[in-house]
């Protein structure tokens, strides 16, 4: 168990439609970072947040954006969704440390289907 | 976008032999990171070797680190039917915005026949 808890763990939704993924990082941890994995794209950062602030930008789509609380835990919101949006959403989280990129702990991940 | 890439994409070894991927990446880095990943399920960390290292041993576990090839490569000795997973290297580059992102690669797929 990584202590990275991620719901819901499967979504079915149809196209069109939004959806908001939940994300609690491990106790203590300010980073959180949300990744994609598809089969043809392999595993995408999408973005990372710290301590409340955005703090980097991959591959995220206009129609996602993200936000980390207070509490530190995130959420990843899904708008219109496509048939190519269906992936494995993880999120991962890492340790106090600002600048680097060390060991990430990732959740069991949400498994999201657009049909 | 920077991004590591493994090789083989697949590998099938006999249960006891030992396991061999290798990753390129492409811009400096800080450390290079391995991951294993067992079907649908989350990725574990396994280990990571800093830029000025070049080699590293966790277990069964032993990672190289060639900057200046910028190549890595991670070896299972006396492998298991548990080792049976997708392994990631992961590099980390610092992007425009001066934070660094970690980047996976696509992975080797590693069936361990027993």
């Known amino acids: 168990d990584s202590g990275v808890t991620q719901t819901p763990k499967h979504l079915i939704t149809a196209t069109g439609q939004r959806v908001t993924l939940r994300c609690s990082p491990r106790s203590g941890d300010l980073s959180v970072y949300w990744y994609q994995q598809s089969l043809d794209q392999g595993l995408q950062f999408l973005i990372q947040?710290?301590?409340?602030?955005?703090?980097a930008k991959g591959n995220i789509l206009e129609r996602f954006s993200a936000q980390q609380f207070p509490d530190l835990h995130s959420e990843l919101n899904l708008s219109s969704l496509e048939l190519g949006d269906s992936a494995l959403y993880f999120c991962?989280?890492?340790?106090?440390?600002?600048?680097?990129?060390?060991?990430?702990?990732f959740g069991e991940g949400s498994r999201l289907t657009v049909l | 976008s920077q991004q590591g890439e493994e090789d083989p994409q697949a590998l099938s070894i006999q249960e006891g032999e030992n396991a061999t991927m290798n990753c390129s990446y492409k811009t400096s880095i800080n450390n290079l990171q391995w991951y294993r990943q067992n079907s649908g399920r989350g990725l574990v960390h396994l280990i990571l070797?800093?830029?000025?290292?070049r080699e590293k041993h966790s277990g069964r576990l032993r990672v190289t680190l060639d900057t200046s090839k910028k190549s890595s490569s991670l070896l299972i000795t006396a492998s298991r039917a548990a080792d049976t997973a997708s392994y990631f290297c992961a590099t980390d580059f610092l992007s425009g915005a001066g934070s660094y992102q970690l980047t996976f690669g696509k992975g080797t797929k590693l069936s361990v026949i027993p």
């Open positions: 991962a989280s890492s340790g106090p440390d600002r600048g680097g990129t060390g060991e990430l702990f």
């Open positions: 070797i800093r830029s000025n290292e």
């Open positions: 947040y710290y301590n409340g602030e955005e703090r």
